[in-house]
């Protein structure tokens, strides 16, 4: 296709970029990409959750790799090889497919997490759901985990944040809270963000970005007092809280479901 005095050329003149030893990429190429080339493996994990365009409750301090079994890639600070023997089918391009990204995120992150991102490709495939349960069956490493996931993953989370806090509850054995529930008041409709219907109780996972002017302020209020006007409790976490004050927050609400109960 070339000679190597043009190779040469397109290298010093930034055209192409070398990524390791014989492998040569274009300039504008992601890291996780490039990664995934040195390697001679595909981007997997969070890394492809990323480039399938699927929000994640924490973005990705490191680049996920998986390589063929056996394979000795170079040792590169801030990348992460996984040796696993993937079909084709588990592939697109140099990117593992929606649903074996999914799989691996099921394997590797806390569940939460793992719900986030596959929440997050119902969003984009809700036909992926038939697939996942089939797959997340099958024996083998983490098939409790994928299970897990696969039971409670819902196409109707609105965001990876709204998953983390079902998330949690789930974790800790508390069910029972539909995301995106649209509930009747006296003073209109109100979609929230989980609802218990039958013990009516709302959980709203309030970002300051969305609440953090004083419309949103406003309506946040009438909102919150509607919703008590017709009879619900309702319980308002913020990302640190959810993130970092977990075992507090399922506290409030297990002591909630029990007054309800």
């Known amino acids: 296709?070339?000679?190597?005095?043009?190779?040469?050329?397109?290298?010093?003149?930034?055209?192409?970029?070398?990524?390791?030893?014989?492998?040569?990429?274009?300039?504008?190429?992601?890291?996780?990409?490039?990664?995934a080339?040195?390697?001679?493996?595909?981007?997997?994990?969070?890394?492809?959750?990323?480039?399938?365009?699927?929000?994640?409750?924490?973005?990705?301090?490191?680049?996920?790799?998986?390589?063929?079994?056996?394979?000795?890639?170079?040792?590169r600070k801030g990348v992460v090889f996984h040796q696993r023997r993937l079909p084709d089918t588990a592939v697109r391009g140099d990117v593992t497919s929606l649903l074996q990204t999914v799989l691996d995120c099921c394997e590797s992150l806390p569940f939460p997490q793992a719900l986030a991102v596959a929440d997050g490709a119902l969003r984009l495939d809700p036909d992926l759901l038939d697939q996942l349960l089939v797959a997340a069956g099958r024996p083998g490493r983490g098939r409790a985990r994928r299970a897990a996931v696969a039971r409670h993953v819902s196409p109707l989370a609105a965001?990876?944040?709204?998953?983390?806090?079902?998330?949690?509850?789930?974790?800790?054995?508390?069910?029972?809270?539909?995301p995106q529930v649209v509930?009747?008041?006296?003073?209109?409709?109100?979609?929230?963000?989980?609802?218990?219907e039958q013990r009516r109780i709302v959980i709203e996972a309030d970002s300051f970005s969305w609440h953090g002017d004083r419309a949103a302020l406003d309506r946040d209020c009438r909102r919150y007092d509607e919703l008590v006007r017709a009879g619900w409790t309702v319980l308002r976490f913020s990302w640190e809280q959810v993130m970092f004050d977990g075992a507090w927050l399922v506290a409030v609400v297990r002591d909630v479901v029990k007054r309800a109960a």
């Not at 965001?159 to 539909?178: H, K, M, Q, Y």
């Not at 509930?183 to 218990?196: E, Y």
């Open 37 to 75: 080339a040195a390697g001679r493996g595909v981007v997997s994990h969070e890394s492809a959750a990323v480039l399938w365009g699927i929000e994640l409750v924490f973005p990705p301090k490191t680049v996920h790799v998986t390589i063929p079994r056996g394979a000795r890639p170079p040792v």
């Open 1 to 35: 296709m070339t000679t190597g005095h043009e190779l040469r050329r397109a290298l010093a003149a930034g055209e192409v970029v070398r990524a390791a030893d014989g492998i040569y990429v274009l300039p504008g190429l992601s890291q996780a990409r490039i990664q």
């Open 159 to 178: 965001n990876p944040f709204e998953s983390a806090v079902r998330g949690v509850l789930i974790d800790a054995g508390i069910d029972g809270f539909r």
């Open 183 to 196: 509930i009747d008041t006296p003073g209109g409709q109100f979609r929230v963000d989980l609802a218990d």
